[in-house]
């Protein structure tokens, strides 16, 4: 397949993607908007009114980027996990079995599909934040690159996800056991620094504390971790995740009889 | 690729309300093309290539079913080919080793000469598979899941929806373009895959079980329409519970039992090698009994109706005369099973065959 028809295919499952997240966006835009209005009305404004200033910044504006994050955390993995799921469940991924299309365009498409999804839900819950928090950015570069990423690493977990899942039942264990602990664990409602010890070092294995830290810098200016440590372990997960997902892929595992 | 313009009217398939505006542009330009090949319908070169070529294929489940013990076959190119087999005879998993849907223990595939492990993307390019069963995305609508289909093949959104409207209209669906694939009946699901087998103009069209469900208006329609796309080139590999479909439309045949190969030839050979056929006969005048006619063995099933035994050396004529010396007038006949079936059952039931 030659590279005009692998970006022709890649322009396929993208669109199809964004169609289909668009055309339900009830369930895909709204949940995350409404959840996120209530983070900011009981944590931000009636717990976080009570609380003293973290990092120099209030409560709420402190936890607004780690909020977004989340959004875009859970929006992209649920986008693809579901999404390439379903196409297994109704078996309509042998459309992309049989096709001639590589497996790292199959991949990058559905992945593509989920991190827009990240960004269009990280754009509708900024609006949210912004009757309740500061949203100041000192780096779009930083912020962008720190969402982007990030949404690419979680579309990525949620494809893995997708591939080794038999039912409903796994594509909801894991965000339901894993990432919604770490997530909230990861540095979202806190600073690690306000942590214990030996809790605070225990953080810093969890991964998300690296890219709600980095989306942090580039919004408040400050975070848990330095900024090139923040974007070296996220990038390296996404990474280490993306070169296994192409594995199994091209493997057939989950897919293939 | 050769496309072409309408040569011939079609025969419409039933269900259609209205036809899209005749002011559309065909979506196949053309310099020349086998009469009747309308626009929309792959129209492949004619080469001299096998289209397909298993060499020792076997698949081992998990679980050590064996489903394919070592199947040669070969299918020239711009064959209409029927590969035939009762229910897990492993027709359906060569077919979807051949598509890359399961992996193979053994053996080797061949797409028109692409290698299907060495040179996968042109091997699975040249394929179009119509599968027994309904896959795809139930939520989308109709015209979206053609054009994402030529999307993956490479073909550019414009061409892929005119493509798309081209293939609906001809099968009927055009109406329903709109409509999310769920809302469509039985029938036209099987068209709906149909069209999406052909979308990216393939030039090997596997079709699994492809009228299964399906009225017979229907099924004689798509049949006009797959002599079509065979005409314009196209090699087709039909696997079918119908054998008179397999006996109407192949013109070569395999017979696959318990994962191997056991018929391979040209469809009137296959038929030739009966010995015997059972024919019955309509009466003009009631009959009390069967009559006694030296050679030939009549059993009396109703007054109006016999059934006779007919060696291939003796022929009907010998029995039409014999008949009418008695004075017996025969209004019609028929085959008692389709001769195809005749042959089938014999290969698969373990007896000897029919040669």
């Given at each position: 397949?030659?590279?005009?028809?692998?970006?022709?295919?890649?322009?396929?499952?993208?669109?199809?993607?964004?169609?289909?997240?668009?055309?339900?966006?009830?369930?895909?835009?709204?949940?995350?908007?409404?959840?996120?209005?209530?983070?900011?009305?009981?944590?931000?404004?009636?717990?976080?009114?009570?609380?003293?200033?973290?990092?120099?910044?209030?409560?709420?504006?402190?936890?607004?980027?780690?909020?977004?994050?989340?959004?875009?955390?859970?929006?992209?993995?649920?986008?693809?996990?579901?999404?390439?799921?379903?196409?297994?469940?109704?078996?309509?991924?042998?459309?992309?079995?049989?096709?001639?299309?590589?497996?790292?365009?199959?991949?990058?498409?559905?992945?593509?599909?989920?991190?827009?999804?990240?960004?269009?839900?990280?754009?509708?819950?900024?609006?949210?934040?912004?009757?309740?928090?500061?949203?100041?950015?000192?780096?779009?570069?930083?912020?962008?690159?720190?969402?982007?990423?990030?949404?690419?690493?979680?579309?990525?977990?949620?494809?893995?996800?997708?591939?080794?899942?038999?039912?409903?039942?796994?594509?909801?264990?894991?965000?339901?056991?894993?990432?919604?602990?770490?997530?909230?664990?990861?540095?979202?409602?806190?600073?690690?620094?306000?942590?214990?010890?030996?809790?605070?070092?225990?953080?810093?294995?969890?991964?998300?504390?690296?890219?709600?830290?980095?989306?942090?810098?580039?919004?408040?200016?400050?975070?848990?971790?330095?900024?090139?440590?923040?974007?070296?372990?996220?990038?390296?997960?996404?990474?280490?995740?993306?070169?296994?997902?192409?594995?199994?892929?091209?493997?057939?595992?989950?897919?293939?009889? | 690729?050769?496309?072409?313009?309408?040569?011939?009217?079609?025969?419409?398939?039933?269900?259609?309300?209205?036809?899209?505006?005749?002011?559309?542009?065909?979506?196949?330009?053309?310099?020349?093309?086998?009469?009747?090949?309308?626009?929309?319908?792959?129209?492949?070169?004619?080469?001299?290539?096998?289209?397909?070529?298993?060499?020792?294929?076997?698949?081992?489940?998990?679980?050590?079913?064996?489903?394919?013990?070592?199947?040669?076959?070969?299918?020239?190119?711009?064959?209409?080919?029927?590969?035939?087999?009762?229910?897990?005879?492993?027709?359906?998993?060569?077919?979807?080793?051949?598509?890359?849907?399961?992996?193979?223990?053994?053996?080797?595939?061949?797409?028109?000469?692409?290698?299907?492990?060495?040179?996968?993307?042109?091997?699975?390019?040249?394929?179009?598979?119509?599968?027994?069963?309904?896959?795809?995305?139930?939520?989308?609508?109709?015209?979206?899941?053609?054009?994402?289909?030529?999307?993956?093949?490479?073909?550019?959104?414009?061409?892929?929806?005119?493509?798309?409207?081209?293939?609906?209209?001809?099968?009927?669906?055009?109406?329903?373009?709109?409509?999310?694939?769920?809302?469509?009946?039985?029938?036209?699901?099987?068209?709906?895959?149909?069209?999406?087998?052909?979308?990216?103009?393939?030039?090997?069209?596997?079709?699994?079980?492809?009228?299964?469900?399906?009225?017979?208006?229907?099924?004689?329609?798509?049949?006009?329409?797959?002599?079509?796309?065979?005409?314009?080139?196209?090699?087709?590999?039909?696997?079918?519970?119908?054998?008179?479909?397999?006996?109407?439309?192949?013109?070569?045949?395999?017979?696959?039992?318990?994962?191997?190969?056991?018929?391979?030839?040209?469809?009137?050979?296959?038929?030739?090698?009966?010995?015997?056929?059972?024919?019955?006969?309509?009466?003009?005048?009631?009959?009390?009994?069967?009559?006694?006619?030296p050679g030939y063995t009549l059993r009396w099933l109703d007054p109006h109706t016999v059934e006779a035994d007919v060696e291939q050396a003796q022929g009907v004529n010998g029995l039409f005369e014999g008949l009418s010396k008695l004075g017996i007038e025969v209004a019609s006949l028929r085959n008692k099973v389709n001769r195809l079936e005749e042959v089938f059952m014999r290969l698969v039931d373990g007896q000897p065959g029919p040669g």
């Amino acid at each position: 397949m030659g590279a005009r028809a692998s970006w022709l295919a890649f322009q396929t499952i993208l669109i199809k993607e964004v169609l289909r997240f668009l055309r339900i966006w009830v369930q895909t835009l709204v949940p995350p908007a409404v959840t996120t209005a209530l983070y900011f009305l009981i944590f931000g404004q009636l717990i976080g009114a009570q609380l003293a200033p973290v990092e120099g910044v209030r409560y709420v504006d402190y936890i607004a980027p780690g909020v977004i994050l989340m959004a875009v955390i859970t929006n992209a993995y649920s986008n693809v996990v579901s999404s390439f799921f379903s196409s297994k469940y109704q078996r309509y991924v042998e459309e992309l079995l049989i096709a001639p299309v590589p497996s790292g365009v199959v991949l990058a498409g559905y992945v593509a599909g989920g991190v827009l999804r990240g960004l269009a839900v990280a754009a509708v819950v900024s609006a949210v934040s912004l009757p309740f928090a500061d949203l100041s950015v000192r780096s779009w570069p930083v912020s962008l690159a720190a969402l982007v990423l990030t949404a690419t690493l979680f579309s990525i977990a949620g494809f893995v996800n997708a591939v080794f899942a038999r039912s409903f039942d796994d594509i909801s264990v894991v965000p339901t056991f894993v990432l919604t602990p770490l997530t909230y664990l990861g540095g979202v409602f806190f600073s690690v620094s306000m942590l214990p010890h030996p809790w605070r070092d225990l953080s810093l294995l969890n991964p998300i504390l690296y890219m709600v830290s980095a989306f942090r810098h580039g919004t408040i200016g400050a975070g848990d971790v330095s900024l090139a440590s923040a974007f070296a372990i996220t990038g390296a997960f996404t990474l280490a995740l993306g070169a296994f997902a192409l594995w199994v892929l091209g493997r057939g595992f989950g897919l293939k009889g | 690729m050769i496309l072409v313009p309408r040569v011939a009217p079609l025969t419409p398939i039933p269900g259609r309300v209205t036809r899209r505006p005749r002011s559309r542009r065909p979506c196949v330009p053309s310099t020349s093309a086998p009469a009747g090949v309308p626009p929309g319908l792959p129209v492949a070169d004619r080469g001299t290539a096998r289209a397909l070529t298993l060499q020792g294929l076997t698949k081992v489940y998990r679980g050590g079913v064996e489903a394919l013990r070592g199947v040669d076959l070969e299918v020239e190119a711009g064959d209409f080919f029927a590969l035939l087999g009762p229910n897990g005879a492993g027709k359906t998993t060569a077919i979807a080793i051949v598509c890359a849907l399961v992996r193979r223990t053994g053996g080797r595939v061949a797409v028109f000469g692409h290698d299907l492990d060495r040179d996968w993307a042109e091997a699975r390019a040249s394929i179009g598979l119509m599968p027994q069963e309904h896959n795809f995305n139930v939520w989308e609508p109709v015209v979206e899941i053609l054009v994402n289909q030529a999307g993956y093949y490479g073909v550019p959104r414009r061409e892929a929806y005119a493509r798309a409207e081209s293939l609906l209209d001809e099968l009927g669906l055009w109406d329903r373009r709109r409509d999310q694939a769920r809302s469509l009946s039985g029938g036209m699901k099987r068209r709906l895959m149909l069209a999406r087998a052909l979308v990216h103009r393939p030039r090997l069209l596997i079709l699994d079980e492809p009228t299964a469900g399906v009225d017979i208006e229907v099924r004689r329609s798509i049949w006009g329409l797959l002599r079509r796309v065979n005409a314009g080139g196209t090699t087709i590999i039909l696997t079918t519970h119908y054998l008179e479909e397999a006996e109407s439309l192949c013109r070569n045949l395999a017979i696959i039992h318990r994962g191997t190969i056991v018929a391979h030839s040209a469809m009137g050979d296959i038929l030739r090698r009966l010995h015997r056929e059972t024919f019955v006969l309509s009466l003009r005048q009631p009959l009390g009994e069967a009559p006694a006619l030296p050679g030939y063995t009549l059993r009396w099933l109703d007054p109006h109706t016999v059934e006779a035994d007919v060696e291939q050396a003796q022929g009907v004529n010998g029995l039409f005369e014999g008949l009418s010396k008695l004075g017996i007038e025969v209004a019609s006949l028929r085959n008692k099973v389709n001769r195809l079936e005749e042959v089938f059952m014999r290969l698969v039931d373990g007896q000897p065959g029919p040669g």
